[in-house]
C-alpha cells in the first residue's frame, strides 16, 4: 500500500500520528496584581523550576552535540 494521503487531505495526513512540538512564542504573563505575597513567591519558584529545567534541557543537548562532533571529527 503506497503511503500518500487520501485526496484533499494534504501531506499533513500522512504523518498524522506524528506529533510535531512546536517551542511557544513567549510565556505566558498572567496579571499579578490580584495576586497575594505568597502567590507571588510561589509563582517566582515555579518560574525558577522551569528556568532549571530549560538549562538542563539546554546542557543535555549540549552535551549530544560535543559527542556527535567529536565521534565525526576527522582524524
Known sequence: MP????????????FDDEEVSKPPSRV????LEPWGI?????YIG????EIARAEAAIA?????????DAFFRKP
Open 3 to 14: 503511503l500518500s494521503p487520501e485526496k484533499g487531505q494534504g501531506l499533513a495526513a500522512m
Open 28 to 31: 505566558a504573563r498572567p496579571a
Open 38 to 42: 505568597d502567590e507571588l513567591r510561589a
Open 46 to 49: 515555579e518560574l525558577r523550576a
Open 60 to 68: 543535555a543537548k549540549g552535551s549530544h552535540r560535543s559527542a556527535a
